[in-house]
């Protein structure tokens, strides 16, 4: 609702304008940032001044729950009843974490591999939906105490490789805490967004953002021009950030102390005591060249130079990244004109420097890489409340999606790397005779065969009326909206039968198994064109048997015996022809068969022609 005030020196009533908060719900640490005089602000808290709020909870007895600062205490004196890194959860089945169940310090549950995973904190289950809205609901106090007022919209920011039922969590997370989520927007894009400001319009700009936090990581290439930000592509690990160089140190520890992983899993406040430790040295060596100190008996110095080197191959990971999203832009590094270093990772020298080094060039820092995120939040989210209206934001979708057609067939309707929102659509037919219903099977990926993509999704087109194979028009749709969530729709033009899903896909998938189905596409791109070149001969073949089967029956009339038994003759041909794996021996087949009825098919329209003519006047 809006508010009124009334200015009492100048006389005048003001309209409190809209306010739309942006929020960057990270893994480690959340913030909430608003639009402050045309300039974008994070909110500190009151206690520690500080606009970071650890991604913790923390449920204590008498059903009290802590948040933030107050939690992270509690990771070492009560890890059951206390919850961190609940994003890497968000949208996830058991399945999908449970090489990682040893991290966590709290009981994820693993009775049903299948469905979403849930957290058991004393005797109630609770989903990363729910955990991740304590989280923003603490975040919406906090602003609403420091600004005096009400909120109840907001701009919050995923990964760029968080999938559709993770996007969707998020979004489920703000409702519950009480927020009316109007965009959900890449982290990458809204950190590029507040450098974006500062960046001089005429000119057209090539940035990467390199995003290292505490649990992902994300390398975007954004284009900037006259103000429009646009991805041209997106790459990144989900599971690559901060907690893994502390994971680094903690075995580097571990193995100078002679620990093993299940002295670890034993002792889990152990386990959890030395990750802070880690945490601190980590921290530590981003200025000093040297960390010490000791846990019980355990001896816990660190060198920068042993730092480095256990983490280095965890930085090179992050490069690599960085070399195939530039692949996919179709780009060289000396085509970057800047690096913007994003994430609390970034402070660490040498991810900076191996950065610098692999693009050539001196790394741009200038703004806070723990808040640049939240401040671009806070910037989309005054675009949407109408106060910039000269910025657009573009993103890319990272594979491509299509659907299943005749023989297993991927086709793709919006290619990777196309841009989001984006809606395209192309019209199909049937292939069979009186056909009433049709499926439509929705993948994902780069494969020509849609048993090597990823299903999406399923539903039937039903009650299209029986109609000749061929004579449907039958309409797909695909619209992938702001938030990369894809609706698909298929219609029947002549009857307008309609059907429609939004695409839930059960699965998150990690930006490795992304990876894996692009370098798969590429290194079986020679047996998948055999294969599609196979199935699409066959699929010729089956359409020409159809038709010269109805051929047959219709014109049996105008044909001679010798006509009828050799066009039976080439069919079998054909038929011999398309049960084997010959692309050629089918090809040549339809060509022979194509060949001996082409005359007899004139020969029939003219004879259907002439009846038509018959007895019309003219
Ligand atoms: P996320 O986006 O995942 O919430 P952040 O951007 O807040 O993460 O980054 C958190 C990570 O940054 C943590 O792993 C933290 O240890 C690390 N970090 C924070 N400060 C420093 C520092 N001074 N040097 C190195 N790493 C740091
Ligand atoms: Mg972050």
């Not at 904190?121 to 906090?142: G, H, M, Q």
């Not at 290292?212 to 021009?225: A, P, W, Y």
């Amino acid at each position: 609702m809006a508010k009124f005030s009334i200015n009492l020196k100048e006389g005048k009533i003001n309209k409190e304008t809209e306010l739309i908060i942006g929020i960057d719900l990270g893994t480690t640490n959340s913030l909430v940032a608003y639009i402050k005089d045309g300039v974008p602000v994070t909110v500190k808290n009151e206690i520690q001044k500080s606009s970071l709020l650890p991604s913790i909870v923390h449920f204590g007895a008498a059903e009290t729950i802590l948040v933030g600062d107050a939690a992270k205490e509690r990771i070492v004196t009560d890890p059951a009843n206390t919850v961190y890194s609940v994003k890497r959860l968000m949208g996830k089945s058991f399945g999908d974490v449970a090489d990682f169940k040893q991290y966590f310090g709290y009981q994820v549950i693993d009775e049903d591999t299948e469905s979403l995973v849930k957290i058991r904190v004393k005797d109630r289950f609770y989903s990363p939906i729910e955990l991740s809205a304590i989280i923003l609901k603490e975040l919406k106090k906090r602003i609403e105490a420091n600004l005096n007022r009400t909120v109840n919209k907001a701009v919050i920011t995923v990964p760029a490789y968080f999938n559709d039922v993770q996007r969707q969590a998020t979004r489920d997370a703000g409702k519950l805490a009480g927020l009316d989520v109007l965009r959900i927007v890449n982290e990458p894009t809204a950190a590029s967004l507040a450098y974006g400001i500062t960046v001089d319009k005429s000119e057209g700009q090539t940035i990467a953002v390199y995003d290292l936090g505490g649990g992902t990581f994300d390398i975007s290439i954004l284009h900037i021009e006259d103000g429009i930000f646009e991805v041209l592509a997106t790459n990144g690990d989900t599971f690559l950030g901060g907690d893994d160089l502390d994971r680094a140190i903690v075995e580097l520890w571990m193995a100078r102390n002679g620990l093993d992983a299940e002295a670890l899993h034993q002792n889990k406040q152990l386990s959890q005591q030395l990750r802070l430790k880690a945490e601190e040295a980590k921290k530590a060596l981003s200025q000093a060249d040297k960390f010490e100190d000791t846990y019980e008996h355990l001896n816990l110095g660190l060198s920068k130079d042993e730092f480095e080197t256990a983490i280095k191959p965890l930085i090179e990971r992050t490069i690599k990244h960085c070399a195939a999203a530039l692949k996919d832009a179709e780009l060289d590094t000396n085509q970057i004109d800047h690096v913007i270093m994003v994430g609390g990772s970034t402070r660490t020298p040498l991810v900076k420097k191996l950065v610098a080094d692999y693009f050539k060039t001196a790394v741009n820092d200038t703004l806070d890489p723990d808040e640049v995120v939240a401040m671009g939040a806070a910037i989309q989210a005054d675009i949407l409340a109408g106060n910039q209206r000269e910025l657009l934001l573009l993103d890319v979708t990272p594979l491509s999606l299509g659907i299943e057609t005749v023989g297993g067939l991927m086709d793709v309707i919006i290619p990777r790397n196309s841009k989001v929102p984006s809606k395209a659509g192309r019209q199909y037919t049937t292939s069979v005779d009186g056909q009433k219903n049709l499926k439509v099977s929705v993948y994902q990926g780069e494969r020509d065969l849609v048993e090597h993509n990823r299903k999406l999704g399923e539903f039937i087109l039903k009650d299209i009326p029986p109609m000749p194979a061929g004579l449907p028009k039958i309409d797909i749709q695909f619209i992938l909206d702001a938030d990369g969530i894809l609706k698909v729709k298929a219609s029947e033009l002549r009857s307008a039968t309609e059907q429609s899903i939004a695409i839930k896909s059960p699965y998150s998938l990690s930006e490795e198994e992304m990876a894996k189905m692009l370098i798969d596409s590429i290194q079986h791109a020679e047996q998948d064109m055999k294969d599609r070149a196979l199935l699409e001969a066959r699929n010729e073949a089956q359409n020409i048997l159809l038709s010269t089967e109805k051929f047959l029956k219709q014109h049996r009339n105008i044909l001679n015996e010798k006509e009828i038994g050799r066009t039976t003759e080439l069919a079998t041909i054909l038929k011999e022809a398309k049960s084997g794996t010959d692309k050629d021996a089918i090809n040549k087949a339809i060509e022979e068969l194509n060949e001996f009825t082409a005359p007899l098919a004139h020969r029939a329209m003219d004879h259907t022609i002439a009846e038509a003519m018959k007895g019309k006047k003219i």
